[in-house]
């Protein structure tokens, strides 16, 4: 039996007090070995996905019972193959993600594993890297005194969040302990790029050359723990047109013809989520979402518990996730705003896991870049900055429309911005909270106001398809509980007995934490907050004060601005 290296990372993880405590040790590695590899830059989009990919392929996703013996459970895939990471999560169940060191080796592990024999059922023999650990002789793996070290996959509630948030020193420390609470950790981004390539494996039966690729808020740098996993099904590998002239002869294949490519893209989308539906192990719930803008099948990954939006021919929205991505990775207060001002407005209502009206985690993350690219001086550049920083590897036209920007983020000079989060968080709600909504678009790739082109209630231009509002489907109802809810909030963070560390106990909301109690922002009135602040801000407010004249500390009375 040999000795694989793996032991060594075993016996530093299982004295690791907590399953946090080896999530962080992975996260340190990885960092680490980011900053070897890079002296101190940070990687492209690209290169980031395409190390992912890699990394995932070369893994496993395996069910274990949940007394399972990790040292046990090791030897075992260790006899077949070099494992170089592991983590255990639950999800309906116990599970592990195990990356082998070679592709090899999970071939070799997948060697010893059989298809099972069901009595009252009949098995699709569809085989996949989503495998159970089985054992024959009762107890052979598991060891009832040793209890797995489980890595979490969702993020604290904001009851818990608000209570960490008290005890921070200052607003921007806050800001910054919200975006660590709910940031994807690095075992979350490894699970999302191995259910991509396990759901990969299912299309290329049909095509062999196809990649899945993650989108969004899983690779956008802005994934909250819990975000859905939006995949595009990319056939730009396969649908090569330029003939092959061989001497005076050339072959082409014989293909269908569809009306359109949004036709072609319905008919492949139905059939690979056929495949999913009837053969992909751990997928159920599929629904077809064909007739959409842009056509989609939804459905669950239970191993992993992602709510999965598989779309093809959507390579612009690739694009925008990477200008988000490169957006925050250029000035860290980018990520801490966004995820905070996304926080609030989930709390406070104005954005909903059901679909509808109300604005959406992108359409905020839009408002928040335009906001920076606003101040003075900016934060981030402009898109059309960014475009001409631009190399000539960095061309890229999709669907006819330019979607070039720089991609070596070294190239992006830091800007002279030296504002505080605390600084910005205010100013984001007297931006938005003063804002006219009624002339005006926002339109990042200038980074100026524009006038509005039609007559949306809220109009964000889609930076790539010039002639798409990225918030079409929000109502003059919701976009007016945003206007209020940003006037209440920027009142209430000017408020003395708010903005400051307030109490020794840490238990009475202070700054960010104030903010994210909910608030009652009535949809139709149009008297102005400042005349009629909301009971609920009032109640906080007596408690505040109450709790400082306890601590003897003074209150000062400021009036609404
Ligand atoms: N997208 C777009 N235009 C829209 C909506 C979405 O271009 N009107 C693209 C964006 O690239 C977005 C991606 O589709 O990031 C996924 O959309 P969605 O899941 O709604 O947003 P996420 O950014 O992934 O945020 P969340 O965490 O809420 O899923
Ligand atoms: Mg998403």
């Given at each position: ?212 690729k993650?989108f ?16 595009f099904?990319d056939l730009d ?74 779309t093809a021919n959507n390579r612009v929205a690739i694009k925008s ?75 890229s036209v999709m669907d006819?429309n330019?979607c ?60 790539f ?97």
């Amino acid at each position: 039996l040999r000795r694989p290296a793996v032991f060594k990372r075993l016996y530093r993880l299982q004295y690791c007090s907590s399953a946090r405590a080896c999530a962080k040790n992975v996260a340190a590695e990885t960092e680490l070995s980011v900053k070897k590899e890079h002296c101190g830059g940070k990687k492209s989009f690209h290169k980031v996905l395409e190390e992912r990919k890699e990394e995932a392929e070369r893994s496993l996703l395996i069910s274990c019972p949940s007394n399972t013996c990790e040292k046990t459970f090791l030897q075992h895939l260790s006899r077949r193959g070099d494992v170089k990471k592991y983590f255990f999560y639950e999800s309906f169940g116990t599970y592990a993600v195990v990356e082998f060191a070679k592709k090899e080796d999970v071939l070799s592990i997948l060697e010893t594993a059989s298809i099972p024999y069901l009595q009252h059922e009949a098995a699709v023999p569809f085989k996949s890297r989503l495998l159970s650990l089985k054992t024959d002789k009762l107890g052979n793996m598991s060891n009832p005194r040793s209890s797995l070290q489980l890595s979490s996959q969702t993020s604290v509630s904001v009851n818990d969040l608000i209570k960490k948030l008290n005890k921070g020193y200052s607003i921007d420390q806050q800001l910054h302990l919200l975006t660590e609470a709910f940031q994807l950790t690095e075992e979350n981004i490894r699970l999302r790029f191995l259910v991509c390539s396990l759901l990969r494996d299912i299309a290329a039966s049909y095509f062999p050359e196809c990649d899945i690729k993650p989108f969004g808020s899983s690779v956008n740098g802005f994934g909250k723990l819990g975000c859905d996993l939006d995949l595009f099904l990319d056939l730009d590998g396969i649908s090569e047109t330029t003939p092959k002239q061989v001497g005076s002869y050339s072959l082409e294949y014989q293909v269908k013809r569809k009306s359109t490519e949004r036709a072609a893209t319905q008919s492949i989308l139905s059939v690979i989520g056929e495949c999913i539906d009837q053969f992909g192990p751990g997928c159920v719930g599929l629904q077809k979402i064909l007739n959409a803008r842009c056509p989609l099948v939804r459905f669950s990954h239970q191993p992993s518990g992602f709510q999965c939006d598989l779309t093809a021919n959507n390579r612009v929205a690739i694009k925008s996730s990477e200008l988000l991505y490169l957006y925050g990775q250029l000035d860290e207060r980018v990520r801490a705003l966004v995820f905070s001002v996304r926080c609030w407005a989930r709390v406070q209502g104005i954005t909903s896991n059901i679909p509808g009206a109300w604005l959406t985690n992108f359409t905020l993350t839009m408002m928040v870049v335009f906001f920076l690219q606003k101040r003075s001086p900016p934060m981030i550049p402009t898109l059309d900055h960014l475009q001409k920083l631009a190399g000539p590897m960095d061309k890229s036209v999709m669907d006819g429309n330019d979607c070039t920007f720089v991609s070596d983020l070294t190239k992006v000079s830091v800007q002279n911005n030296t504002e505080s989060l605390e600084h910005l968080l205010l100013g984001f709600f007297e931006f938005y909270g003063n804002f006219d909504f009624n002339k005006l678009s926002i339109d990042i790739r200038k980074g100026k106001e524009q006038t509005k082109p039609e007559a949306s209630p809220l109009h964000i231009q889609n930076p790539f398809q010039l002639s798409l509002n990225v918030s079409k489907n929000v109502n003059t109802k919701q976009l007016q509980r945003f206007v209020l809810l940003c006037q209440e909030s920027a009142w209430l963070a000017q408020q003395k007995a708010v903005a400051q560390p307030n109490n020794a106990t840490g238990d009475v909301p202070w700054g960010l934490a104030a903010l994210l109690l909910p608030m009652t922002a009535p949809a139709q009135s149009k008297k102005k907050r400042r005349d009629s602040p909301a009971s609920r801000i009032k109640d906080l407010l007596e408690s505040l004060k109450s709790s400082k004249s306890k601590d003897g500390s003074n209150v000062e009375k400021s009036s609404p601005k």
